[in-house]
C-alpha cells in the first residue's frame, strides 16, 4: 500500500510546483524576502542532489566524489566571469561541458572498478580536484575567488534582481527534472535499473552495461555542473570548500534522507537538510548536534527515506 493514495502522489509534484511558483509573492506579502534565497539555494541543491541519486539510486554507484562535477561547473562559470566572459549564452554551456568531459574522464576509469575501489576512486579524483583548485593562487587559491557580479542573461532578465534569479533556478530544476524523469522512464532508464539490480544477467542479454553507466555518470556530471553554475551566481563567490569529498558526503546524505532511487527524493532530502539547518541554527549554536540527533531519528523512523513514507514504489 502507498503511504498516499495514488492521485495525490500524481499530483503533489505540480502541487510543490505551484507553491514555488506562489513562493516569492507569499514571502514578499509576509515581509520575509530572506526565505527567496533561502529557497533558491534548496532548489539549486536539490538539483545536485537529483544528478547523484540518477547514479546511485537508479545505477547502483555509490560516488564520494560528485562535489567535483559541481566545483568544476561553480569555478568553470567564476573563472570565464572574471576572464570577461560574462554573457550566460557563453559561460554557462561550457561550464556544464566542463563538468560533463570532467565526468567522463572520471567514470572512464572508476567504471571498471567496483564496490568499495569505486567509491575510493571517486574520492580520490575530487580531492585531487579541490587540491587543484586551492593551488590557483591567480583565482584566489584556498581563500576562494570572488565573482565581480551576477552572469548575463540579456532579454530584459536581470539574474542581480533575487526574484528574477529565483525563477531563472526554478524553471532550470523543473527542466531537469523533467528530463530526468523521461530518461528513468526510457528503455534507457529500465536498462540502468536492469544493471543495477543484476550487471551480470544484463551482460548475458546483450547490454553494454559499462557504456550505461558511463554515460549516466556523464549526464550526472553535467546536471551537477548546471547546479554549480547557479550555486556560483547564487553566492557571487566560489570556493574549494565547494570541491572537497565532505560536500559529496553532503549529498549523499541528502539522497538517503530523501530516499534512494524516489524520482524526488534529492527534492524531499535536500529541503529537509537545508531547513533543518537553517531553522536550528537560529536557536543554537550547537545546531550540528542538534541536526545530527533529528536526520538519525528521520533515518529509523523512515529507513527507505521521506519518500518511502509517501510511495513504496522503488522508481
Do not use: C
Not at 495514488?6 to 507569499?26: G, H, S, T, Y
Amino acid at each position: 500500500m502507498s503511504g498516499l493514495p495514488p492521485r495525490l502522489l500524481r499530483a503533489l509534484p505540480w502541487l510543490l510546483l505551484a507553491v514555488a511558483v506562489a513562493l516569492p509573492w507569499i514571502a514578499q506579502a509576509l515581509d520575509q524576502v530572506f526565505y527567496i534565497g533561502v529557497a533558491r539555494r534548496i532548489l539549486i541543491f536539490a538539483l545536485a542532489a537529483a544528478s547523484l541519486n540518477l547514479i546511485l539510486g537508479f545505477g547502483g554507484l555509490v560516488s564520494l566524489g560528485h562535489a567535483a562535477f559541481f566545483g568544476v561547473g561553480a569555478y568553470g562559470v567564476g573563472i570565464l566571469m572574471v576572464e570577461g566572459v560574462r554573457s550566460a549564452w557563453i559561460a554557462w554551456p561550457l561550464a556544464v561541458l566542463a563538468a560533463a568531459a570532467f565526468a567522463l574522464a572520471i567514470g572512464a576509469v572508476s567504471l571498471r572498478t567496483r564496490g568499495v575501489y569505486f567509491i575510493m576512486i571517486t574520492l580520490a579524483f575530487a580531492q585531487m580536484v579541490y587540491y587543484v583548485a586551492v593551488g590557483l593562487k591567480t583565482y584566489g587559491g584556498e581563500d576562494g575567488l570572488n565573482l565581480p557580479g551576477k552572469s548575463q542573461v540579456g532579454l530584459g532578465i536581470d539574474l542581480s534582481h533575487d526574484i528574477t534569479f529565483y525563477y531563472v533556478v526554478l524553471a532550470l530544476f523543473a527542466a531537469s527534472m523533467f528530463l530526468l524523469n523521461r530518461l528513468i522512464d526510457s528503455r534507457f532508464g529500465r536498462a540502468l535499473i536492469g544493471v543495477r539490480e543484476n550487471e551480470s544477467r544484463m551482460e548475458a542479454i546483450g547490454f553494454a552495461t559499462y557504456r550505461l553507466r558511463l554515460i549516466a555518470f556523464v549526464i550526472a556530471g553535467a546536471l551537477a555542473g548546471l547546479a554549480g553554475v547557479l550555486f556560483a551566481n547564487h553566492n557571487s563567490f566560489v570556493s574549494p570548500v565547494v570541491l572537497h569529498w565532505t560536500q559529496s558526503a553532503t549529498l549523499v546524505i541528502m539522497v538517503i534522507l530523501g530516499g534512494i532511487g524516489y524520482r524526488y527524493g534529492g527534492l524531499y532530502g535536500a529541503a529537509t537538510l537545508l531547513l533543518l539547518e537553517e531553522v536550528l541554527s537560529m536557536y543554537t549554536e550547537y545546531w550540528h548536534l542538534a541536526l545530527g540527533v533529528l536526520l538519525l531519528v528521520v533515518v529509523f523512523a523512515a529507513p527507505r527515506g521521506l519518500a518511502g513514507l509517501l510511495t513504496r514504489k522503488s522508481h
